[in-house]
Structure formats: C-alpha cells, structure tokens
C-alpha cells in the first residue's frame, strides 16, 4: 500500500509540474459585403453578389510557445508567424464563410534557398519560401481590435535567370471597432456590437511567370463580434506528463498487485 501511495505521489507531482493548459479563443463575426466595385471573385471561391451576408471565424491560441505575446494597460496582442518574424508560427487561424461555401486560410513556414556551386561560387538551384501570419491586437486608445491571418509562398528557379516562378497569397484581416472595448486584454469575450466603420477583407491571388493569375478580392463590412473562450487543451508536453504520470501509477499497481500474489502464496499451506 505504501508503494501504492508513493507512486500516486510521485505522478501527482509530475502532473502538477507539467506545464500550464493553453486556451483558445474563438472570434465569430458576421457581416455582409459591401457594394463596392472592388469586391470580385475571379477565382470562384464564394459566387456571391454584393450585400450577401458573411461569417469569420478566428481561433486564437492564448499560450502557443512559438508565438509572441504582450499585454500592457493601453492594450495586448498576440502575434506570430515567418512574415513577422522568423522562427516564430502563427497562434492565429482563420475561416470565412459565404453562401454555405467557406474558406479557411493556410498556415506553415517554409524557407529553401539556392545552394553555391563549388566550382563557380555562384547560387543555384530554386529558392522556395512560405511565410505565415498571424495577429490579434487590442488597442484601448481607440477602442479597436485587429485580427489578422494570411499566408503567403513562392517559388522561382533558376540562378541567375529564372524561368520558373509562381507564388500564391492567402489573406483575411479585420479592425473592428466598439465602446465596449474597455479591456486592454484581447482575450475578453463577451457580445459586442461594432461601430460604424468597423471592416475587413479577403484576399487571394495566384501569380505565374508572364501571368498575373486570377484574384478573388472582397471588402466586408463587419457589425457584430462573439468572443467565447473554448475549452482548455493541454500541450504537448502536459500529454507527455500525464502519460508518465499514469504509467508510474500503473507499475505501483502491478508491483503491488505481484507483493499480494506472493504473500497469498506463501500463506497457502
């Protein structure tokens, strides 16, 4: 029983030095397009006429190791992704809806550069880059809130006269404005109802050597934003520490469990 005791101990300790539960929070807004010329879909993607309703959707990840986070009394943010700053991944993702057809911009971080030629120092071979995005920033000063997701790639080749080059941009962004926005921390939730001016769009293009590509292009007018904070999930890491923590409890019951088994069977006659 003691054995028992010390490895529920021992993996109650394990678990509590584990690290902390990250939080996400899911950002719903809803909108509709507005009625400029500049919203198009050569691409396809929505088949929408303007005025149609839409909703965006931001999971934000309150506590991802990669990311960037600040909080201050004038506001909070938390940023990430190669397009900032290299080495860091995005705690942002994204998903708009139009028309019951959605579009949920990619995330990844991607970087090849041409090798040098041993005989003649100079570069060759292609050079491919992928740089994600990721933002949600609050901003008391005027009572604002910026949400951002994009990803952008590219390819070309060859050094020093390419002849292959193609690259695709990936983008949904929002500043949203509300008298409500009272706390600096991006992370509270709540029903807000968002001022006049308050907008966003999307973006998405595909380029080619000599080919512009085709573009889908929408300006949103936003007026309503949800903020609800989802259920905790743990790290990587807390998973690897449960997993021990558990482990250990099973070998103190096997070890306890085989102590019994001898003890019955030296008190059998």
């Not at 060859?158 to 949203?176: I, K, M, R, T």
Request: proline share 6%; charged share 15%; glycine share 12%.
């Amino acid at each position: 029983m003691l054995r028992l005791v010390t490895a529920f101990m021992l993996a109650a300790s394990l678990l509590a030095s584990g690290p902390a539960f990250a939080t996400q929070f899911l950002y719903t807004i809803t909108g509709a397009i507005t009625g400029e010329e500049l919203s198009f879909d050569e691409r396809g993607i929505f088949s929408f006429a303007q005025g149609d309703a839409f909703t965006a959707t931001f999971l934000v990840d309150d506590a991802r190791p990669e990311a960037l986070y600040s909080y201050d009394p004038t506001g909070s943010s938390a940023i990430g992704g190669g397009y900032l700053a290299l080495g860091t991944r995005t705690p942002v993702t994204s998903t708009i809806a139009i028309n019951g057809n959605s579009f949920s911009v990619r995330t990844g971080d991607f970087h090849q550069y041409p090798i040098t030629d041993p005989a003649t120092g100079d570069p060759i071979g292609p050079t491919d880059t992928i740089d994600e995005l990721g933002v949600a920033s609050k901003d008391t000063s005027d009572h604002s809130l910026q949400l951002v997701s994009g990803y952008d790639s590219s390819h070309s080749c060859c050094f020093p006269a390419p002849h292959d080059s193609y690259g695709e941009f990936e983008g949904l962004e929002f500043v949203l404005y509300s008298s409500a926005f009272t706390d600096p921390d991006y992370r509270q939730t709540g029903t807000f109802t968002l001022q006049p001016g308050s907008y966003g769009g999307f973006f998405k293009s595909d380029s080619f050597a000599g080919n512009p590509g085709l573009f889908t292009q929408i300006l949103l007018a936003a007026n309503s934003l949800t903020v609800t904070q989802v259920a905790a999930v743990p790290e990587i890491g807390t998973w690897l520490m449960m997993i021990l923590g558990l482990g250990v409890i099973g070998v103190g019951l096997r070890r306890n469990g085989n102590a019994r088994a001898r003890r019955v069977r030296r008190a059998v006659p």
